[in-house]
């Protein structure tokens, strides 16, 4: 059987038989040409907020009321802490853009923090999800100070 047909009318030509697709189809078609791949706002959230946590000098993310409404919520049985406190993110099509909340420890110098910050999400947000950071906001609302105590579960006012 042929997929191509001769003219009636004459003359050396051939053309396709019905139809012909457009797009590519077929095996050798690339993956990415098949379908669409979407990315919910709160995967990337997630992602910049766990490369920031994970850079030396960060002790905390969210702003002052965010961490306390997060203290709350955390220690509400089967409360669970918000990977993604303090970060938010736009997503587009090919591109993301990342803001952040952060506490930093005292002591460190806040502008290597912040590189070292911008260099991980970017560098973990691309790796993961193949979107292009194209910016990411810092804004550090506050030093952790050595003798201040984190609110550690079991401790209270009275013993």
Do not use: C, F, W
């Amino acid at each position: 059987m042929s997929d191509t047909i001769n003219p009636t009318s004459g003359g050396d030509e051939s053309r396709p038989a019905g139809r012909t697709l457009t797009g590519s189809t077929g095996a050798g078609t690339a993956p990415e040409s098949r379908g669409r791949t979407t990315i919910a706002d709160s995967v990337v959230e997630k992602i910049a907020g766990m490369a920031t946590r994970e850079v030396p000098g960060i002790h905390s993310l969210g702003s002052g009321m965010a961490r306390t409404l997060g203290a709350v919520t955390d220690k509400v049985p089967g409360g669970r802490p918000s990977v993604s406190r303090g970060v938010k993110v736009e997503v587009g099509e090919r591109q993301a853009a990342v803001d952040l909340d952060v506490v930093v420890e005292y002591g460190v110098a806040i502008v290597d923090i912040a590189a070292d910050v911008r260099t991980s999400v970017i560098t973990a947000v691309e790796r993961m999800t193949g979107l292009e950071v194209v910016e990411v906001n810092i804004a550090v609302d506050d030093v952790h100070l050595p003798d201040e105590e984190d609110d550690q579960e079991g401790e209270g006012r009275v013993q």
